[in-house]
């Protein structure tokens, strides 16, 4: 079964912290690159981080140094912290290959404001 379950997300005020999980069926998870894409209110989803099944990684340059992300690759989970949070990262954050190649899931609201 295909399927990515988001979660972690919350209100936060600026310059806190939110951790984000997914969990994802091993047929996604395995051998692929993940990461964590991110769909603004009124604007298109963006890809903001990725993670190979390596560990190597990378991250668009809004979040460059305060958001990192992790795999555990026994449990099928990948994980974004996410550190100095700004009003600009208001989102629906979702988790999928780098590529977007399989169905989206329900996302993770994170609601960064005073």
């Known amino acids: 079964q295909v399927q990515l379950v988001e979660s972690g997300g919350g209100l936060v005020q600026p310059g806190g912290s939110l951790r984000l999980s997914c969990a994802a069926s091993r047929t996604i998870f395995r051998f692929n690159t993940m990461g964590w894409h991110r769909q603004p209110p009124g604007r298109q989803r963006e890809l903001v981080a990725a993670?190979?099944?390596?560990?190597?990684?990378n991250y668009a340059d809004s979040v460059k140094g305060r958001f990192t992300i992790s795999r555990d690759n026994a449990k099928n989970i990948i994980f974004l912290e996410m550190n100095s949070l700004k009003p600009e990262d208001t989102a629906v954050y979702y988790c999928?290959?780098?590529?977007?190649?399989?169905?989206w899931g329900q996302g993770t609201q994170v609601t960064v404001s005073s």
């Open positions: 999928n290959t780098r590529s977007a190649a399989f169905p």
């Open positions: 993670i190979t099944s390596a560990g190597s990684t």
